[in-house]
Every structure is written in structure tokens, then in C-alpha cells.
């Protein structure tokens, strides 16, 4: 680098090339359906499709489902929550960079103070008098971004501060989404487990009359053995499905952070009620949508940053020009004598221009561009894969709507059919074969209406995910104001 106390006039055309710098678009286009292609609900005419009305319905949702626990272990994952520990994590590293970055663009300020004693004798004079010199001053340093580098580096800093908020929000509503999935499957769990032991008592009371129907000799042991073997095999299914249950109570522990009596008391003593009493309602554009997603407002971000690294990268090609400035108060005591004198300079104003660096800087710009490509394609990729999730969300509520009739209408009538043949067996006109078939007919009825609202709550848990649970671009990280989102209610962030 050579560094002048000048300006030549021939390197004037650099300095006026600062226009010439151009940067890569800070965003770019996405191809956005105009309109949601999931089909309507079976029965519904399109208007009645589960995308109308407004997202940020959604930040109450949890609330609205009228289940307190739920809300409970929601705010209590996100509190312990590693992910949204280390999200909280993220945006104070970029609120310090980004300060840093800030800072570049202002001249920097630096206080000294210095002190010295000697003597200072030419040679063949008498000698002179030991002296004590100090000297307090102020000096100043500023870079004059001529090129713009230092203010790309400012806005990349505050894009990805941007960023990292929106990405603290993305946790919070992963964090509840897992939570409230854990919590349906507990609560699912559970019902079958109710259905299985009922079906272990009926079976069990069938194989003890069995039993002593064949020792009075009205009935072939095979008939019995028959019996014994009905109930043992749902004894050891409605064992199996305990396990399940215990094994949801497990994660839900670890999920939320509360001791395992303690959340085994709450589940206790608050009895699951009809979940989803209130729906989902999104916007009807796609584009409308998916612009307060988290992630897709980050990954944006990120192409912005990208695209002002690449205006910093090629601004580092250009020379440099900085300004110094000094102010000084000396004294000097010497032989009984104090002499004050200040100093002060502005200046020198030095212009450095890169000669030969071997190509570094132009590997910099080159890689800043390649970030810049990959950040473009990620956004794009982000794009496509929210589009996916919420048509696969709304095919999937449409398909368990569809079918919960059906499926209702099949366990009543499956149950009332056990009902007549369970009679019949009981006075003889039927026989113990028949009782178990239908038995186990009835049995796959209600595991599959069950296992149907199961999947109909994990597809409303799905659609609250993929419509960012009603976060909006207006909402702040952590240290902003108090918000509703996530999931829980609004609460002083952290």
C-alpha cells in the first residue's frame, strides 16, 4: 500500500468511480402461486376453505383451543427450550456486530497520557539539569468511506439483526408446535388406552364365562381356550398402549421442563376436552401469507446482507482515504522552571492505494458474489418448500374431514353390530367365533376414529407451523416491546 499526504489529480477518476460500484439486487423474485390448490373441505363450496380471514389469528390460537394446561407446557418448553436459547443467543452476537459495524463509519477518539525525566546534554557542555516532561492529549482517526464498503457493512450487520429476531420467533413457534403435537399424541394416547382396557375387560369377562360354561360341559374346551386366548392377546395390547402413554409422558418432561409428579398431576386433574374449538384462518394470497413466515422473512434478509457483502468486498478494491488529527497539552520542568507549550494537528490526510495483494481482494468480491448466489437460491428454496408445507396441510385437513363422518358413522354402527352379536352369543344363538369377529371389528373402528382425529390435530398443528403462528413483520425479538406469538400469551420478551 502506498500511502500520500496528497491527493494527485490523476487518481481523482477513482474517487469519482464510487458510482460505479454496483451491488447485486437485494432481492430477488420468487414464482408464488396466485392462490392457495388444496381442495375445499368435502361439502364446503370454496369459500369455506380454512385459508379466509386474517394470520394474525393465529398468535391467539393456542388460547383459543380452551385448554390451559396445553398453554401452560407450551410456555414452559419455550422457556428451557435449547433452540430458543440459542436463537436469543443469536440476535445479541448481531446487535453487537451490527453496533460494531455502526461504529466504523464514525471517527474514532483515543485519550493519552505520557511522562518522562532525563537530561539532555550536548556534547562539551556543562551539564544540564535532570528534566521531567509529561504530555496529555487527544488523537482522532476516521476513515472517509468513499466507496461505501463500511456503510454495506453496516447494513449487512442490521439485515441479519433483523434476521436473527425473526429467527428467535421461528423457534418459539417450533418449540410450541412440537409441544402441542406431544401433547395431542399423550391425549390420543390415552383414549386408545381407555378403548383397549375396555376391550381386555369385555373380552376377559367373555373368557371367564367361557371357562365355567366348560367346565359345567355346555361348551367344548376349544371354545374356552378360544376365550382365554381373546383376552390374553388384549391384555397385552392395552399393556402395550400403556407404554405408549408413558413413553408420551416421558417426552413431554423433557419437552417443558416440569417434574414428572407435577405434570402427571396437571394431566390428572385437567381431562382432555374437544380439541381445535376454534380454526385456523390464513390469507387467501399465497404471497400475502407466506411474507410473515420467520424463516422466509429471514432467509430475505439474508439475501439483502449477502447482497451488501458484495458491495463491501468490492469497495475493499478501491483505495482508501483517512484523516488524523492530534491535540496535545506538554509541560516541561527542568532546573526549577515549568514551561507549558499544547500542540495540535489535523491531519495528514493519507490516501492508500492497494497496488498488489497477490488477487486477495478480488477472491473476496468473488466469494462475497458466490454467498450472494447461494443466499438467492436458499430463499427461493425456502419459498417453494413453505408453498409445500401448507397445501400439504390443507390436503390433509381436507382428507380427515372427509372421512370423519365416515369414520364416526363406522364406529357407531360397528359398535351397535357387537352389541346385537355379544346379545345373541349370551342366549346361545350365536357363537363365541362370531362374538370375536365382530369384536374385533368394532375394535379397528374406533382405533381408526381415534387415530383420524389424531392426524386431524397433527394437521392443524402442521398449518399453524407452516403460516408462521402469526408472526408479522411489526413484532421485535427479544429486548422489543410485549407481543402474542409462539403460541402462548402476550408476555414481556426477555
Known amino acids: 500500500m502506498t500511502h500520500l499526504r496528497f491527493i494527485p489529480l490523476s487518481l481523482a477518476p477513482l474517487l469519482l468511480s464510487a458510482c460505479a460500484l454496483q451491488s447485486p439486487p437485494s432481492a430477488v423474485s420468487t414464482h408464488l402461486p396466485a392462490q392457495w390448490f388444496a381442495p375445499p373441505p368435502a361439502g364446503q363450496p370454496v369459500a369455506g376453505l380454512p385459508h379466509q380471514g386474517q394470520l394474525t389469528d393465529l398468535s ?24 430458543v436459547a440459542s436463537a436469543r443467543s443469536r440476535i445479541e452476537q448481531s446487535r453487537a456486530t451490527r453496533v460494531a459495524a455502526g461504529a466504523a463509519l464514525l471517527p474514532s477518539l483515543d485519550a493519552s497520557a505520557s511522562a518522562s525525566r532525563g537530561r539532555s546534554q550536548p556534547l562539551g557542555a556543562a551539564p544540564a539539569p535532570v528534566g521531567t516532561t509529561t504530555q496529555i492529549g487527544l488523537q482522532t482517526a476516521w476513515e472517509i468511506d468513499v466507496f461505501g464498503g463500511r456503510r454495506d457493512s453496516r447494513d449487512a450487520a442490521q439485515l441479519r439483526y433483523e434476521g436473527a429476531q425473526a429467527q428467535w420467533h421461528d423457534a418459539r413457534v417450533l418449540v410450541a408446535a412440537e409441544t402441542a403435537n406431544q401433547y395431542y399424541s399423550l391425549r390420543s ?9 375396555s376391550d381386555a375387560a369385555s373380552r376377559g369377562e367373555t373368557g371367564r364365562l367361557a371357562q365355567l360354561s366348560a367346565e359345567a360341559g355346555f361348551t367344548a374346551p376349544a371354545t374356552a381356550a378360544l376365550a382365554r386366548a381373546s383376552a390374553a392377546d388384549a391384555n397385552s395390547r392395552a399393556t402395550q398402549q400403556a407404554a405408549l402413554c408413558e413413553l408420551d409422558i416421558k417426552a413431554l418432561v423433557a419437552l417443558s421442563g416440569m417434574s414428572e409428579p407435577d405434570l402427571r398431576q396437571k394431566l390428572a386433574s ?3 376436552g374437544p380439541a381445535f374449538a376454534a380454526t385456523v384462518l390464513i390469507a387467501s394470497v399465497p404471497a400475502q401469507a407466506l411474507a410473515q413466515r420467520p424463516d422466509v422473512f429471514s432467509a430475505e434478509r439474508e439475501v439483502a446482507a449477502a447482497s451488501a457483502d458484495v458491495g463491501s468486498a468490492q469497495a475493499a478494491r478501491y483505495p482508501r482515504l483517512t484523516l488524523s488529527g492530534s491535540v496535545a497539552a506538554n509541560n516541561l520542568r527542568s532546573g526549577g522552571v515549568s514551561t507549558d507549550f499544547n500542540t495540535w494537528a489535523i491531519g495528514p490526510l493519507a490516501l492508500s492505494v492497494p497496488l498488489f495483494d497477490g488477487g486477495r481482494r478480488a477472491a473476496d468480491a468473488e466469494a462475497a458474489q458466490a454467498r450472494y448466489e447461494e443466499a438467492a437460491a436458499v430463499y427461493r428454496a ?16 381436507q382428507s380427515t374431514a372427509a372421512r370423519s363422518e365416515d369414520a364416526r358413522v363406522a364406529a ?14 349370551k342366549n346361545g344363538l350365536a357363537s363365541l367365533v362370531d362374538l370375536e369377529d365382530s369384536r374385533r371389528t368394532q375394535l379397528a373402528a374406533e382405533t381408526a376414529l381415534l387415530t383420524l382425529q389424531r392426524e386431524r ?3 392443524w398443528v402442521a398449518l399453524y407451523r407452516a403460516m408462521g403462528g402469526g408472526w408479522t413483520r411489526e413484532l421485535e425479538g427479544p429486548g422489543g416491546p410485549a407481543v402474542a406469538t409462539g403460541g402462548t400469551a402476550a408476555s414481556r420478551q426477555p
Open 382 to 397: 425456502r419459498v417453494r418448500q413453505a408453498v409445500r408445507e401448507v397445501e400439504e396441510a390443507l390436503v390433509t385437513l
Open 270 to 272: 385437567a381431562p382432555a
Open 189 to 197: 394416547c390415552e383414549q386408545l388406552l381407555r378403548v383397549a382396557r
Open 412 to 425: 357407531e354402527g360397528y359398535r351397535a353390530s357387537f352389541a346385537g352379536t355379544e346379545a345373541l352369543y
Open 60 to 83: 391467539r390460537w393456542w388460547q383459543q383451543q380452551g385448554d390451559p394446561l396445553l398453554v401452560e407446557l407450551i410456555s414452559a418448553a419455550q422457556a428451557v427450550s435449547p433452540t
Open 457 to 459: 390435530a397433527s394437521a
